[in-house]
């Protein structure tokens, strides 16, 4: 999968995706990540990307046309349209759901803002759609735009060692992840839970999943209120 990120600080992602998973997979030719600096494509002497509001105002907004060359510079090169994405506090919230229908494109766009904001015509000529991490505001778009491809990254074949990886992780079946344990068998005092030993699956399984349902209950009910059958699950377990 391809990621090209349009930005005033290419640096940040190779350092932070450079490593680990995600630098593994870059080498493995699983993932290109491509950050491309804005300031490359202004017109003006100074290479500044960025002017005062109209209509006055705290701060300073980027301008469009450094922008929307650098967008042109890599569409020009393709015969067909990846969707661009602007990361903004403005956009749909970032969710594994998110993720996974994220996970089929070919090709991304990122877009990360800086400053007070970025033209508003620039965003309405190139941007099919605004994602946010959170209900929080962050300096600029980079930080988010490492999360998104991380979060969509994992997802792609080969890059995490077998789906399992991911198919029992917490939010990708709408619940939070059972507890996990490793040697030693007793650490402080406290023993690993006896079902895990018995090398009976079904009962493993079982386990794992009232673990899933209850950790959900307590953790995140918001999880729960508005899932019908995982409710009456939970009825059934008696796990209220
Ligand atoms: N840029 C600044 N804050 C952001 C957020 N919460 N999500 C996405 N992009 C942002």
């Known amino acids: 999968m391809r990621f090209d990120v349009l930005t005033l600080f290419p640096d940040m992602f190779r350092h932070v995706l450079g490593e680990s998973i995600t630098g593994r997979a870059q080498e493995k030719g699983l ?38 060359d650098a967008y042109m510079s890599i569409v020009k090169e393709l015969d067909y349209k990846p969707k661009l994405i602007y990361m903004s506090p403005q956009g749909r919230p970032l969710t594994q759901k998110l993720a996974i229908e994220l996970k089929e494109e070919k090709h991304l766009i990122l877009l990360c803002g800086h400053y007070e904001g970025i033209d508003e015509r620039v965003i309405e000529e190139i941007v099919d759609m605004e994602v946010s991490i959170g209900d929080y505001v962050l300096t600029g778009g980079e930080l988010p735009a490492m999360v998104l491809i991380d979060c ?17 992780e917490s939010h990708f079946n709408g619940l939070l992840e059972y507890p996990q344990y490793t040697r030693p068998y007793e650490f402080n005092g406290k023993k690993v839970p006896d079902v895990l030993l018995s090398g009976h699956h079904a009962n493993i399984n079982k386990w ?18 508005g899932n ?12 209220y």
């Not at 969509?152 to 399992?164: D, F, H, Y």
């Not at 673990?211 to 918001?222: A, G, M, N, V």
């Open 208 to 225: 794992r999943r009232e673990q899933s349902l209850k950790r959900t209950l307590q953790k995140r009910p918001d999880l729960v209120e």
């Open 31 to 68: 993932l290109v990540i491509n950050p491309i600096d804005i300031r490359d494509f202004t017109s003006n002497k100074h290479r500044k990307v960025d002017d005062y509001p109209f209509g006055g105002g705290k701060g300073m907004v980027m301008t469009a046309q450094p922008i929307y």
């Open 152 to 168: 969509i990254s994992r997802l792609v074949p080969g890059v995490l060692p077998s789906e399992e990886a991911y198919s029992e």
């Open 228 to 239: 019908k059958e995982l409710q009456e699950e939970i009825k059934k377990l008696k796990l």
